[in-house]
T-cell receptor
Framework: DGGITQSPKYLFRKEGQNVTLSCEQNLNHDAMYWYRQDPGQGLRLIYYSQIVNDFQKGDIAEGYSVSREKKESFPLTVTSAQKNPTAFYLC?????????????FGPGTRLTVT | AQSVTQLGSHVSVSEGALVLLRCNYSSSVPPYLFWYVQYPNQGLQLLLKYTSAATLVKGINDFEAEFKKSETSFHLTKPSAHMSDAAEYFCAVSEPNYGQNFVFGPGTRLSVLP
């Protein structure tokens, strides 16, 4: 089955540690996205990538970093500089070059930092 | 710039009653519009999308939405609510150009009462 996988589902870290969230897709999509979701809030865009080896900052990129070395993979690193990292993180991908294409979402990773 | 508003952060309906979730958008060009559903601790799943074909769009699980250009609206309806419809619903807008152009509304939580 084609889709997006995110691992792990739940992640616990101590404050001051960097942590990397995995996102893999086998849909052959060019574009990939990372969102952050806090309780009772909508989705906020962290980073996105339209093509391998290229990515752009979203609305809340501070304290996060990404890489796009392969089309299938778009890992997100939450650094110790992120002031409030506890949240639900969603990865998405999208095909095509037109706005008519929908985003496909992974199941999410819930990160808790204490 | 695009934006999406969803009137009512929380909507409650009785089982079997009509579901109506409101979405209004602003866009400088005719947009593409999407409705997503999110169950607790899961990713988003596409319900339906409008891509400038028929203005009345049918989606999964008997949901449908009507694009009304004069009202800049794309409200989501379902004739008869089921307990399993309890979830968070997000409206999103996208303009024809590619790139970081997918904007989500803040979401509406739907509760279904027995």
């Amino acid at each position: 089955d084609g889709g997006i996988t995110q691992s792990p589902k739940y992640l616990f870290r101590k404050e001051g540690q960097n942590v990397t969230l995995s996102c893999e897709q086998n849909l052959n999509h060019d574009a990939m996205y990372w969102y952050r979701q806090d309780p009772g809030q909508g989705l906020r865009l962290i980073y996105y990538s339209q093509i391998v080896n290229d990515f752009q900052k979203g609305d809340i990129a501070e304290g996060y970093s990404v890489s796009r070395e392969k089309k299938e993979s778009f890992p997100l690193t939450v650094t110790s500089a992120q002031k409030n990292p506890t949240a639900f993180y969603l990865c998405a991908s999208r095909s095509g070059t037109s706005g008519m294409y929908e985003q496909y979402f992974g199941p999410g990773t819930r990160l808790t930092v204490t | 710039a695009q934006s999406v508003t969803q009137l009512g952060s929380h909507v409650s309906v009785s089982e079997g009653a009509l579901v109506l979730l409101r979405c209004n958008y602003s866009s400088s060009v005719p947009p593409y519009l999407f409705w997503y559903v999110q169950y607790p601790n899961q990713g988003l799943q596409l319900l339906l999308k409008y891509t400038s074909a028929a203005t009345l769009v049918k989606g999964i699980n008997d949901f449908e939405a009507e694009f009304k250009k004069s009202e800049t609206s794309f409200h989501l309806t379902k004739p008869s609510a089921h307990m399993s419809d309890a979830a968070e619903y997000f409206c999103a807008v996208s303009e024809p150009n590619y790139g970081q152009n997918f904007v989500f509304g803040p979401g509406t939580r739907l509760s279904v009462l027995p």
